[in-house]
């Protein structure tokens, strides 16, 4: 079931343990709320296993301040509270403290949120709070202060902290703010350390332009019953988009999955489906130029058909962005495939860049590209574009080019210089793997 439809009480404790699941928080870190619709709010407890909390250990603070429940509320509740009130917008609140967002926070420095384009567009002026005591009414008015006077804001990192996320759609959507931002800051410091230099931004321009481009109308077609075999893959979709989020390689927001089912119809996972928890229902039929019907295909439907078009020994598709492989999508960095044997006889040849929108602007070179050149492309600040003979050989491509990537990130972390695959191993490895 959906978190949406979950009760708030039920929603807290999926979506704190998501955040627990996800290393974002320790086990006593961090605290969420949720506004219903009776204005009442629903808030985590002090202390507690935040990866096990049980329904009963959540808290109801009904409007006139009354508070329903057996536990201790957070210390840091009111600053939920002052949210809420001060932006009636917002339905829901997450605060922890992740790698990421604390890294910025001892810094005291705003992070770049121009890397990817689902974080340049869902976090809005984001703001730094000054410090203060856990638990404090100081802290409160620091973090209220920038919610309430920057009216566009929806995240504050606080200083020596953590960071707020607050959301007009509700938890689900706090949290994959939250998680995609923090996910964000881990890659601009990676490439950062690995080149010595900020990393490639998207320009306001390019955003925009990348916004604005939707996806074509379609004719659609209404298919009362899915066949096993159709219904299978339709399965396996949902299996390995729910592992590529559990392995980091997706995260709730950012990742696509596609399937050919046959010579003129393909399955592409539904635009703004939850990747960690995809159903069958949450897969799109593209049969032609139609769609079925009373679904919106993920907005890469018109790239993923124009690579099948051309591409008839291509059986799979995965858009992703995982965190390690996105280094060489920020930065000038050039991945190189010869690290590893396994590296060089998965991905085959170089894999060439291509400029962030081009999976708007260059379909036809994309789809090019696979017919001649890698099965693996990159385009910058947006994603990898794996492809395979069958969903298990794209997942796999994914896997090989982001262990690949940290290999080369640990290598460059422990110092010295380093020592590539020559010409002369390439060779035998194409000979012996039959690659040309």
């Given at each position: ?65 009354k ?46 949120t ?32 920038e ?121 592409i ?17 593209v ?6 019907e ?10 993923h ?10 059986n ?121």
């Amino acid at each position: 079931m959906k978190v949406e439809k979950l009760k708030p009480s039920e929603q807290l404790c999926k979506i704190m343990s998501r955040i627990y699941d996800s290393k974002l928080t320790t086990v006593s870190g961090g605290n969420l709320s949720l506004k219903d619709q009776e204005g009442n709010i629903w808030v985590t407890p002090s202390g507690g296993d935040k990866g096990r909390y049980e329904i009963s250990d959540i808290l109801k603070i009904l409007p006139d301040g009354k508070i329903e429940g057996t536990k201790k509320p957070s210390v840091e509740t009111g600053i939920h509270q002052s949210i809420l009130a001060d932006r009636p917008e917002f339905k829901a609140v997450v605060h922890a403290h992740p790698a990421g967002l604390v890294a910025v926070s001892l810094l005291r420095e705003l992070p770049e949120t121009m890397i990817i384009p689902q974080v340049a567009n869902s976090v809005k002026n984001i703001r730094l709070a000054a410090y203060g005591c856990p638990g404090s009414e100081e802290l409160r008015n620091n973090v209220a202060k920038e919610f309430k006077e920057n009216k566009q804001t929806n995240v504050a990192i606080l200083e020596n902290h953590g960071a707020f996320v607050a959301s007009k759609i509700g938890l689900r959507d706090a949290f994959g703010i939250f998680k995609d931002l923090d996910f964000s800051i881990r890659i601009q410091a990676k490439a950062q350390n690995f080149l010595g230099k900020r990393p490639n931004l998207i320009s306001q321009e390019q955003l925009e332009h990348y916004n604005n481009a939707s996806c074509p109308k379609v004719e659609t077609f209404n298919q009362a019953e899915i066949p096993e075999k159709e219904m299978q893959l339709r399965e396996l979709i949902c299996d390995f988009c729910e592992r590529a989020y559990r392995r980091d390689l997706f995260t709730q927001n950012i990742g696509v999955i596609s399937s050919r089912l046959n010579s003129h119809s393909f399955l592409i996972t539904e635009s703004g489906a939850d990747n960690a928890q995809l159903t069958v229902d949450e897969v799109v039929k593209v049969r032609g130029v139609a769609v079925e019907e009373g679904k919106i295909p993920s907005k890469s439907v018109t790239l993923h058909k124009k690579i099948y078009d051309e591409n008839p020994d291509i059986n799979a598709i995965i858009m992703a962005a995982p965190e390690n492989a996105m280094v060489f999508a920020v930065t000038d960095l050039e991945y190189d495939l010869k690290t590893i044997p396994e590296c060089y006889i998965v991905l085959r040849e170089d894999i060439t860049k291509f400029p962030f929108g081009a999976t708007i602007n260059q379909q036809e070179d994309l789809a090019q590209y696979f017919k001649l050149k890698s099965p693996v492309a990159i385009v910058e600040n947006d994603c990898y574009i794996c492809t395979g003979n069958s969903l298990f050989n794209a997942f796999d491509k994914l896997e090989v080019v982001e262990f690949s990537a940290a290999a080369v990130i640990n290598a460059k972390l422990l110092g010295s210089e380093l020592k590539p695959i020559n010409q002369d191993q390439v060779k035998e490895i194409k000979n012996k793997f039959g690659i040309f």
